[in-house]
Nanobody
Framework: QVQLVESGGGLVQAGGSLRLSCTTS????????MGWFRQAPGKEREFVAA????????DYTDSVKGRFTISRDNAKNTMYLQMDNLKPEDTAVYYC?????????????????WGQGTQVTVSS
């Protein structure tokens, strides 16, 4: 069993930055494709970004391209989401997710493990 714990959320003004972290325990971290999802009040959970096992391939939803950067440090069992130029529309609970056997369904939310989420609030 794999456990994921997010940290780094908080309150920031528009145009500011935050860095989210997701630390894992259990099976070897490098085995998993990792990603970030978010859910705003009254809305469906949506895909934000994903990163391959060795960090050589990244994917982002269009609304965050050029502003967010996903990365991972397998030696530290940690994944990051650097969020720059934050907008009020980015306000949501952000969730870390992991999938052992990767498929395109991961981007639709079909993950093996989920973290508890961390709140990101961006004021105007």
């Amino acid at each position: 069993q794999v456990q994921l714990v997010e940290s780094g959320g908080g309150l920031v003004q528009a145009g500011g930055s935050l860095r989210l972290s997701c630390t894992t325990s259990g099976r070897t971290f490098s085995t998993y494709t990792m990603g970030w999802f978010r859910q705003a009040p009254g809305k469906e959970r949506e895909f934000v970004a994903a990163i391959s096992r060795v960090g050589s391939s990244m994917d982002y939803t269009d609304s965050v391209k050029g502003r967010f950067t996903i990365s991972r440090d397998n030696a530290k069992n940690t994944m990051y989401l650097q969020m720059d130029n934050l907008k009020p529309e980015d306000t949501a609970v952000y969730y870390c997710a992991a999938r052992y056997v990767y498929s395109e369904s991961f981007k639709r939310g079909y993950a093996d493990y989920w973290g508890q989420g961390t709140q990101v609030t961006v004021s105007s």
